[in-house]
């Protein structure tokens, strides 16, 4: 693999101009969100977490993907910016570093779009009529599917393709994508001559959080944690969180598996000896619900405190996080420009 070429090690920091043309000692890492809303904690242990920890060992590129908003959202674009912010400030408060990382906006560099239309000359239309997320979405949204909606994992593999990046840190659902990637990569490299690395999909550890009604977690069921919550809210939030509905009384046993208060005391509550003391009083019937969820809204605004201090800092500046993006997009804008310089070359374009 091209990542483990570049063994000279990097002393000082480079010039952030140079970033963009280095590949960090373990290879390039390309990963986005859609700018949907304000992030929540699924978001938060799901994937920022992770993310933040990887920009040490890896050069990180940070994608907000708002053109991939409009496969669904185009009815709404007055909420597009304000929803960019809320991700940006987000993100930050989660320890995502633009002196770390470089933030790119998609829409600002056209040549995301100028190569996946490119791409989208090697990639056949019942291939995409296969991708798992395109048969749920027009199954689940009951909707006649737009041709943006069909191409959305073109542009996703543009997006990856286009800074040559080797992983992508991503949730399940998003493997089928990174799949069509590398076979369009492949047939790229077949037909034109080693051009694109093959990206691999890394997958998050910790399994993914229930929502607050034990659904799946997703700002439009109105089940979520948001980041920004104050404790307040958090607290309300967790006190009226769906819990094992066939106990009525504080003395039935209860049921612990599948249960998502007991999921969050897993993910947030640092006293690991309570939490097995809970479960254990819990099946007996020997603690009550509201004891149990008292301690999980304490453990889960102790273990938010510190992000959340930052994010009040972030939102007295909200210039500040939209001028990052700008100029991460910015200091990218050289290696998207080089790659599609390079692929409009080997089509024959240029
Ligand atoms: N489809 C991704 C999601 O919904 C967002 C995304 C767009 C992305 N482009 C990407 C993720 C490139 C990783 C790499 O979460």
């Known amino acids: ?61 940070f994608l907000i993907a708002d053109i991939h908003v409009l496969t669904t959202d185009y009815e709404h674009p007055k909420r597009i910016q304000s929803n960019i912010a809320d991700v940006m400030i987000d993100w930050l408060a989660a320890g995502l570093d633009p002196q770390k990382a470089t933030f790119v906006r998609q829409s600002a560099l ?14 056949t239309v019942s291939r995409l009529e296969r991708v798992p997320t395109y048969k749920d979405q027009i199954q689940q949204l009951n909707l006649n599917p737009s ?41 790229f490299n077949s037909l034109y001559g080693e051009t694109f690395l093959e990206p691999e999909g890394l997958l998050t550890k910790t399994a993914r959080l229930p929502g607050t009604d034990n659904r799946t977690m997703h700002n439009s069921y109105g089940n979520t944690i948001k980041l920004g919550d104050s404790e307040e809210v958090t607290t309300k939030l967790v006190m009226s969180m769906y819990t094992d509905p066939k106990r009525l009384h504080a003395d039935d046993p209860g049921t612990v598996e599948g249960n998502p208060v007991f999921e969050y005391h897993d993910a947030f509550n640092p006293n690991k000896d309570e939490v ?50 700008n100029e991460g997009t910015e200091s990218a804008r050289p290696l998207v420009e080089a790659t599609t310089k390079e692929v409009l070359q080997k089509m024959g374009l240029l």
């Not at 069909?150 to 799949?179: F, R």
Request: aromatic share 4%; glycine share 6%; net charge positive.
């Open 1 to 61: 693999m091209t990542a483990a070429k570049s063994s000279t090690k990097q002393t000082a920091k480079p010039p952030k101009a140079a970033m963009a043309t280095l590949r960090g000692p373990r290879g390039r890492i390309l990963t986005g969100h859609r700018p949907t809303g304000p992030r929540h904690i699924g978001h938060l242990v799901g994937t920022l977490e992770q993310w933040a920890k990887m920009q040490d060992d890896y050069e990180c590129f």
């Open 110 to 123: 056209i040549e995301h779009s100028l190569l996946s239309t490119l791409l989208g000359m090697l990639t």
């Open 147 to 187: 041709l943006g909606l069909l191409t959305y994992p073109v542009l996703q593999s543009a997006d990856i393709l286009i800074y040559k990046a080797n992983l992508v840190p991503v949730g399940e659902d998003q493997l089928p994508h990174i799949e069509l990637t590398r076979e369009i990569a492949r047939r």
């Open 276 to 325: 097995v003391d809970f479960k254990k009083k819990y099946r007996e019937g020997k603690v009550g619900d509201v004891e149990v969820k008292k301690r999980l809204a304490e453990a889960l605004n102790e273990y938010l405190r510190p992000l959340r201090e930052r994010r009040a800092e972030l939102v007295k500046k909200p210039d500040e996080a939209l001028r990052i993006l």
